[in-house]
């Protein structure tokens, strides 16, 4: 046994089954009835954990994003320059999202459910841009060289999120990767 109890146990359980089941089907169809059969728990077991479908799929994109994070912390040079470090980042994001099983699933089938996710509506917990602005900003503010920012670190983790999500939502651009990457740097730095 490798320490995690039932709850953690079935709450991983829950969100690697509800990946698989949003990759496959999108969210549309997607239920927590759905969701705990699948996943062999009981229905109240789901309930629980997420309380709704809107807490399931921000439970799922917080992990996701904190995923997406740890990959970033493997490829990219941290410690480079602001504006470099925006543009690596940048640079990883849009390929890392492109091929994300359920970001691929909602952009070519329900890209609402993209839009929904990325912005607050309705008072929603469903925001990407602050979930992914938690992660960044503070790791902006924290920078010896966060002075050389043109903006604060939470609307330099706005641009950033924003632009990478436009560009992982329409597939065709005449500009590449690179280039968004250097628009970004030049956007948030001096």
Same mark, same amino acid.
Request: hydrophobic share 50%; charged share 20%.
């Given at each position: 046994?490798?320490?995690?109890?039932?709850?953690?146990?079935?709450?991983?359980?829950?969100?690697?089954?509800?990946?698989?089941?949003?990759?496959?089907?999108?969210?549309?169809?997607?239920?927590?009835?759905?969701?705990?059969?699948?996943?062999?728990?009981?229905?109240?077991?789901?309930?629980?954990?997420?309380?709704?479908?809107?807490?399931?799929?921000?439970?799922?994109?917080?992990?996701?994003?904190?995923?997406?994070?740890?990959?970033?912390?493997?490829? #990219?040079?941290?410690?480079?320059?602001?504006?470099?470090?925006?543009? !690596? *980042? /940048?640079?990883? &994001? @849009?390929?890392?999202?492109?091929?994300?099983?359920?970001?691929?699933?909602?952009?070519?089938?329900?890209?609402?459910?993209?839009?929904?996710?990325?912005?607050?509506?309705?008072?929603?917990?469903?925001?990407?841009?602050?979930?992914?602005?938690?992660?960044?900003?503070?790791?902006?503010?924290?920078?010896?060289?966060?002075?050389?920012?043109?903006?604060?670190?939470?609307?330099?983790?706005?641009?950033?999120?924003?632009?990478?999500?436009?560009?992982?939502? #329409?597939?065709?651009?005449?500009?590449?990767?690179?280039?968004?990457? !250097? *628009? /970004?740097?030049? &956007? @948030?730095?001096r």
């Amino acid at each position: 046994m490798t320490g995690m109890t039932n709850a953690t146990q079935s709450s991983s359980l829950l969100v690697d089954t509800a990946l698989a089941m949003m990759a496959e089907t999108g969210l549309d169809n997607l239920t927590l009835t759905e969701l705990a059969r699948r996943a062999g728990v009981s229905r109240a077991t789901a309930y629980r954990e997420f309380g709704d479908k809107d807490g399931l799929i921000a439970a799922v994109s917080k992990i996701e994003v904190a995923r997406m994070v740890s990959a970033a912390y493997l490829e #990219i040079d941290m410690f480079a320059p602001v504006g470099q470090l925006a543009k !690596d *980042a /940048v640079v990883f &994001a @849009i390929p890392y999202l492109r091929r994300h099983p359920v970001i691929s699933r909602l952009r070519d089938q329900e890209p609402g459910w993209l839009i929904d996710v990325a912005i607050e509506h309705e008072g929603s917990e469903l925001n990407l841009v602050e979930t992914v602005g938690t992660f960044i900003a503070p790791l902006l503010a924290a920078r010896d060289d966060s002075a050389t920012l043109a903006v604060s670190p939470v609307q330099a983790a706005e641009i950033a999120v924003r632009t990478v999500l436009s560009h992982v939502l #329409i597939k065709r651009s005449s500009l590449t990767d690179e280039q968004v990457g !250097d *628009a /970004v740097a030049r &956007a @948030i730095s001096r």
